[in-house]
């Protein structure tokens, strides 16, 4: 079990930018794949954007490629998602996710996620 602690929401202008930090405890940091969701209210969670055990492979959903970074130190046990060009549409409660194996696979969902942080709210004013 890993337990994952979000940090680095808050209310921004359309255009700006944040950084959203996940600190893992627990399970080695290293051996799993790391991902962020998110959701917003009346809708589903959502993938955002995913990085292999390495930091070597990262996927993105198409609503933010280009405008998203997700990267991860290992040696400080922590996943970052950059967000840039926000949009009113990015608001949402941003949740951080460790995978079940070491390799995310294009097309997993929230189920082929293990442990979840409690999520951060972000919210883009228009």
């Known amino acids: 079990q890993v337990q994952l602690v979000e940090s680095g929401g808050g209310l921004v202008q359309a255009g700006g930018s944040l950084r959203l930090s996940c600190a893992a405890s627990?399970?080695?940091?290293?051996?799993?794949?790391m991902g962020w969701f998110r959701q917003a209210p009346g809708k589903e969670r959502e993938f955002v954007a995913a990085?292999?055990?390495?930091?070597?492979?990262?996927y993105y959903a198409s609503s933010v490629k280009g405008r998203f970074t997700i990267s991860r130190d290992n040696a400080k046990n922590t996943v970052y998602l950059q967000m840039n060009s926000l949009k009113p549409e990015d608001t949402a409660v941003y949740y951080c996710?460790?995978?079940?194996?070491?390799?995310?696979?294009?097309?997993?969902?929230?189920?082929?996620?293990?442990?979840w942080g409690q999520g951060t709210q972000v919210t883009v004013s228009s």
């Open positions: 996710a460790a995978g079940r194996r070491p390799i995310y696979y294009s097309g997993d969902g929230p189920a082929d996620f293990g442990s």
């Open positions: 627990g399970r080695t940091f290293s051996s799993y794949a």
């Open positions: 990085i292999n055990w390495t930091g070597s492979n990262t």
